[in-house]
């Protein structure tokens, strides 16, 4: 198991270098999707599978497609090359500062010791049965919601029509 979640962690953390580095948008959003699917492994592997499942429904499922079909909607903006050169001047710096909060964290994080005594965990069982007895309603608000942010992202990205009207 550790040998996976190493190797899953090292897969996140290329992926994401890809979704901050790579200039084309479609393959950076592509690239998320390889995170987002790479976490919900790494809680498959801590046994959280409930968590994974949201992950996989919400995250990719829902997030991600609309990411995707809002780069695909809106079309390709590139930022001028004197802004590109400007932001690599700034990514050093960025770097140093992300690595230090990160060793805070750490160092913050590390003398924290695990409870002894936790609940048993719900089942994947008990947790989709109140999923679709008493958690069906915000599920489908949460859904709605979706449907709702989908179509405004093609309305938004629709280009303005010239038509002219008859018998004006």
Do not use: C
Not at 5 to 28: D, E, G, K, M, P
Not at 37 to 57: H, T, Y
Not at 137 to 160: N, W
Request: proline share 6%; net charge positive.
């Amino acid at each position: 198991m550790t040998i996976a979640l190493v190797l899953f962690s090292a897969l996140i953390v290329i992926s994401a270098l890809w979704v901050v580095t790579l200039q084309n948008l479609f393959r950076a959003a592509l690239s998320l999707g390889l995170v987002l699917v790479g976490i919900a492994v790494l809680f498959i592997l801590l046994q959280a599978e409930f968590l994974a499942f949201v992950q996989i429904l919400i995250y990719v499922g829902a997030i991600l497609t609309l990411v995707i079909f809002a780069i695909m909607l809106t079309g390709k903006r590139l930022d001028p090359p004197h802004v590109v050169r400007s932001a690599n001047r700034r990514s050093i710096p960025a770097m140093i500062a992300s690595l230090a909060l990160f060793l805070v964290l750490i160092s913050a994080t590390s003398s924290l010791r695990t409870l002894e005594v936790l609940p048993p965990p719900p089942t994947l069982r008990t947790l989709g049965q109140q999923l679709v007895t008493t958690l069906v309603l915000p599920f489908e608000v949460i859904s709605l919601v979706f449907v709702v942010a989908l179509v405004g992202a093609i309305v938004l990205a629709k280009p303005p029509s010239n038509s002219k009207q008859v018998g004006g």
